[in-house]
């Protein structure tokens, strides 16, 4: 089974059409068990999220700042496995045909499965794109040839320091969507995006690169509409996202409530 | 794209977030550099010998090996500068990280050995160094943090994760991708993302070498074994790398095997591991099946690593190297034979090392020749060792 479907290039298009930005917000699956990780990532797309990044909860995190590793931790300490993240995953594509689901996680998981079945196993479970973290542009062309059978989008990260054989390299090998780096570092809330100038803009532009989603220390309604108004096709917002569940473990309801009205502010901030 | 191999047949490589790869790419050609610079080399070797104390001393063992036929010699990095062949490479990386115009260093630590030899080489050269040390072993390793204190260096702990050596190098990847700007990441070990395997091996490779040069005066003749501690695996790259080419010299590297590789609690990468990524390079890990890393275990904190530098998974694949495994209790005992019978006390680390060679002396055949790469000295362990041992030591 391979994955036909073009949910990415169909929101972009729709979002057009509407004239506005995408706003993707990012959990990591079983954070922090099965069945509220479902909840959450419905309560997501119940306050409207254009499209889903999730994650998969990994030991050794070395991307990630500290809400996001210990989101990781939750999930591992409640025994999540790679099999239940894809099975959260399918019960979310069940209940919700249409939004583009991505994938963000470390090389190491899929090499464990074997990139192939690992892809494989996404396509099943009903995920558009895959994004490693730690898999630079130098090591990737064995994941984009598995990609490109399967018919997951390989996502590729356009850090701001990147020299211009690298946007050239994204330009010719990016699909779905290019995960644009707003600063240097780790994932956080702790510090805030750079909203990145437009010359960075005109170079995604240039060398056609997929539409640029901009993440890394995005967690306000404004730092949404700067990102848009800066030429951004969308923004993540991933720390602030799991800062709320961090900060209402002990009432689920709550959570998801709080959950579902940070998505609509956020998404309110892409109309353009 | 890379000027250097960037991998050992399919390990090693740069898995990392493309937001390091500037960065590793500057650290390459700096390196490259230097290599080919007199006045580089001439300062580092200028370094090595009037700082570090290099050449370290070659000594035959006495009293060690009961075949008076089997020849058991000691590499001397025990009598180093700072305790332990840490310091060379580190002198070599302070000097590319002045080359490259930074002016702090960022360093993770697991026994502390290389978080004092990147403190009194920044304390040397000017440069501003903090430490990643993971809690537990900021705890165990008391006398290494004040050392680093003392010498200026600024010492962080890490809570994440287990709080030892692996969450500690997460934690220093983590500042260089916000800092690379201003500050090198001088990684303690022949392992992490290329250059860093290539360069801290080259930065080592003078222990191989100059083994080479006392043997033949010594001996006349090449030695049948070197045998080196594994748990990165600097000391034993630089060891080997001077012998890969000459196939009448086993090498053989030991890996701790804690309290036995039939348990988890052992730090037996290319042993009991299996293939996958950690820290930015692809090698031998300790993983569970969904390829998350578990934690190692041994009595030496310098061992008590979940993964092994690439290359040395590549020299096991294909034969040119054995790698072997002793248990705390082996390296232990091999830690008391060697202060009793020849007045050295050495690192636990070095200490499973000689005691592998032990093992080998007892069956190798007469005019066999054995050198073990003793690669610390032991005075960091005193206090651990004495909380194991207790009153069973007895005049």
Known sequence: MSNSADRYGDMFEQLDAKNEGAFVPFVMVGDPDIQTSVNIIKALVAGGADALEL???????????????????????????????????????EAHADIPIGLLLYSNLVLKRGIEKFYQDAVNAGVDSILIADVPLREADRFIAIAKQTGIKQILIAPPNASDETFAEIGQKSQGYTYLLGRAGVTGAETAVSIPASELIDKLTQYKVAPPLLGFGISTPVQVADAIKSGAAGAISGSATVNIIAENLSQPEVMLEKLKSFVTNMKSATYK | MNHLDSKFGDYGGMYVPELLIP?????????IDAQKDPEFQAEFMGLLKDYAGRPTAMTLT?????????????????????????????????????RMGKTEVIAETGAGQHGVATALACALMGLKARIYM?????????????????????????NSGSGTLKDAVNEAMRDWSANYDKAHYLLGTAAGPHPFPTIVREFHRMIGEETRAQIMEKEGRLPDAVVACVGGGSNAIGMFADFIDEPSVRLIGVEPAGKGVHTKEHGAAI??????????????????????????????????YPA??????????????????????????????LSRKEGIIPALESSHALAHALNMADEAEDGTIIVVNLSGRGDKDLAHVHSILGDQIHE
Request: hydrophobic share 35%; aromatic share 6%; glycine share 8%.
């Open chain 2, 308 to 337: 092994v530098g690439p290359q040395h998974a590549y020299l096991s694949d294909i034969g040119r190297a054995e790698y072997v495994s002793i248990t705390d209790e082996e390296a232990l005992n091999a830690f008391q034979l």
């Open chain 1, 55 to 93: 994650g998969f909860p990994y030991s050794d995190p070395i991307a990630d700042g500290p809400t996001i590793q210990q989101a990781s931790i939750r999930a591992l300490s409640n025994k999540i496995k790679t099999d239940d993240c894809f099975e959260i995953i399918r019960q979310v594509r």
């Open chain 2, 271 to 304: 042993g009991k591991g299996t293939k996958g990524v950690l820290h930015g390079a692809y090698s031998y890990i300790m993983q569970d099946n969904d390829g998350q890393i578990e934690e190692s275990y041994s009595v030496s904190a310098g061992l008590d």
């Open chain 2, 134 to 158: 993971g809690a537990k072993d900021m705890e165990r390793q008391a006398p290494n943090v004040f050392r680093m204190r003392l010498m200026g260096a600024k010492v962080i702990p890490v």
């Open chain 2, 23 to 31: 960065a590793l790419d500057q650290l390459e050609q700096v390196f």
């Open chain 2, 62 to 98: 006495r009293n060690l090996v009961s075949n008076p036929k089997v020849k058991l010699y000691l590499k001397r990095e025990d009598l180093l500068h700072g305790g332990a062949h840490k310091t060379n490479q580190v002198l070599g990386q302070a000097l590319l990280t002045k």
